[in-house]
């Protein structure tokens, strides 16, 4: 009885010391994420200038998205159609407006390097892959809603919409009636979330962007290679890294 009463005890010391090195964790990151103490507020009054200049890197994950035309099955011979998903690589310049505690009014203007392809697969075992290598100048307009500053760090999210011109395009050899053609401009939906970090000098800032093409980038022709294709609309998720 008073071994099970030692042991019963013992478990409860136990429990209790458990909860109060638990408490003391949540205690000091509570007091971690208020800045109390030993944190150090970098850029204190870095939201007080109107504008914000940075630069900016991203690696983009491009493919069109195909819907197949009525004469997908009668009249085209090949048994499929479809984009595989290629990295690519992004450069450019941040201009940031604020406009109150929680908005921001952005612009992330770039040039992109793209290499998007078609793949047509055929029923005799062979493939054909139509490339599309092009040099972009982006041009998006963003609203930036962001949450409260937690010392030196913050979330937010973004949106807007985005200009793509074309400036340079390798084409395929030997075009004409057997290359499939794209426009040279596009216009696109595009969304993400990112997270906000503050150092001594800078700002770092890693976001996620989803971008959606609403422009049919499909050139309408004679050729039989687009038969099956009735439209080709860009889909984009970019990975980026901001420094401002």
């Known amino acids: 009885m008073h071994i ?108 992109s390097l793209y290499e998007r392809h078609v793949k047509f697969s055929y029923p005799n075992g062979t493939d054909r892959t139509e490339k599309r290598e092009s040099t972009w100048i982006e041009v998006p307009l963003l609203l930036k809603y962001k949450s409260l500053r937690r010392v030196n760090s913050r979330m937010y999210m973004i949106a807007g919409v985005t200009l793509g011109i074309e400036t340079n395009v390798k084409r395929n050899r030997g075009g004409g009636v057997g290359a499939l053609n794209t426009k040279s401009s596009d216009f696109s939906i595009d969304y993400g979330i990112g997270y906000e970090q503050f150092f001594e000098f800078f700002k770092f800032a890693p976001e996620l962007r989803f971008s959606h093409g609403l422009t049919n980038m499909l050139v309408p022709g004679t050729n039989s290679v687009a038969n099956g294709i009735s439209r080709m609309r860009t889909h984009t998720v970019t990975l980026y890294l901001n420094f401002e």
């Open 4 to 111: 099970t009463y030692l042991r019963d005890l013992f478990n409860l010391r136990r429990t209790q010391v458990i909860i109060g090195i638990l408490a003391l964790l949540m205690a000091a990151q509570e007091a971690r994420s208020q800045g109390i103490g030993y944190r150090r507020k970098h850029l204190e009054y870095y939201d007080d200038k109107p504008i914000h200049y940075g630069i900016l890197f991203a690696v983009p994950f491009t493919r069109f998205n195909i819907k197949h035309s009525n004469d997908f099955v009668p009249k085209d011979s090949a048994y499929a159609i479809q984009s595989p998903t290629n990295g690519a690589f992004r450069m450019g310049f941040t201009i940031n407006a604020y406009l109150n505690e929680h908005f921001d009014l952005r612009t992330t203007p770039a040039v």
